[in-house]
Structure formats: C-alpha cells, structure tokens
C-alpha cells in the first residue's frame, strides 16, 4: 500500500513538472514561450527551450490608485527583475500604470516581455509583499 502511495505520489510530481509555469523542485519556474506564468519576489524562471532565466528581485513601487479611491494621478506598480541571457545577467526594472488590467510591454534583446503585477490595491486593504505576483508572457 505504502508503495502504490509513493507510486502515485511520484506520478502526479511529473505530471506537474511537466505543465507549463510549473515549479520544479529547486523552487525554479519553468516556462514556455508564448504562455502565461507567475512569478512571486525572489522566484525565478527558466524559459523552456531558449537560454534565458527571469527572477522577480523585489517590488520597488507601488502607488496604482486603488480601486474604490478617486485619484489625481493613475500612480503605477514598478518592479526590479534580473534576467540572465548567454550568462550574462541584466538589471531591467519593469512599470505598468495603475488604472488597468491590460499588461504592459517591454523588449529585452529580441524577446518580447508582457507583464502586470497582481493583485491590484483596494481601498483600505493592504497588499504584503508575498501577496504580488508579476504575470509574465514571453514571445520573441
């Protein structure tokens, strides 16, 4: 019985390594291109088949107006990623503006980066930092 559990156990830890944004068992994503995945403070992700790893380093700003708030200004959300490529790692901070859920745009060499930061301020809630996510697409 114990063996049939182990058996299953390991199944079902390969069946989730091998879907796409799946943490392996370093704590490391793994992404394809083309499709969406997260990424929480101090996680990083390979992307499948390419010589390319992201890690979201820290939230450096958050001042999007929060929902149920009338502002002057929309604010924005600004994060400090590490990508490394052909190893050779680059600093590259990332900002979407506050007042949408459409993800912004970035290039980084001929990559294309699409992201936004979840989840969004409500009035009166407080976000902890282990609460943000950075939702990445990468295209070429």
Known sequence: MLRRGLYLLALLAAIALALPG???????VQAPLGQEFSLSIGQTAAITGERLKIEFQELVEDSRCARGVVCIWQG??????????????????????????????????????????????????????DEYHLLLTITR
Request: proline share 10%.
């Open 76 to 129: 924005r959300v600004s994060c400090l990623v590490r990508i490394i490529s052909d190893y050779s790692p680059t600093s590259l901070l990332l900002m979407q503006p506050g007042l949408t859920g459409q993800p912004n745009t970035q290039t980084f060499q001929n990559y294309r980066l699409a992201f936004r930061v979840e989840p969004y301020p409500e009035a009166g809630k407080e976000i902890l930092p």
């Open 22 to 28: 799946c943490t392996d068992t370093t704590g490391q």
